[in-house]
């Protein structure tokens, strides 16, 4: 396992950016997850919220040098 002073270094982020990135796509899921809560039992409610949420995320994180890796990891 990593230690946090490498995963640091690999995301190019200190300790307080990388803690506001995950706090903020933390929340970002969590709206993602009511809307989509929301949308199951009402599906005339945000039918477009989750599919453009994680289009929207995606397209932010996919730039990430350690993201891109993990992403490549997964194709193989």
């Known amino acids: ?3 946090a002073k ?9 300790y307080w950016a990388h803690l506001g990135h995950s706090i903020k796509q933390s929340n970002r899921l969590i709206v993602l997850a009511v ?5 199951g039992v009402l599906p ?3 039918a ?7 289009y929207r995320i995606y397209k932010e994180i996919k730039h990430l ?3 891109q890796r ?3 990891n ?3």
């Open 44 to 46: 005339w409610f945000f």
């Open 70 to 72: 993990i992403f490549k």
């Open 6 to 14: 490498e995963h640091f270094e690999e995301s190019g982020m200190g």
């Open 35 to 39: 809307k989509s809560y929301i949308h």
């Open 48 to 54: 477009s919220s989750g599919p453009v949420g994680i």
């Open 65 to 67: 040098h350690h993201v």
């Open 1 to 3: 396992m990593k230690s």
């Open 74 to 76: 997964e194709d193989q």
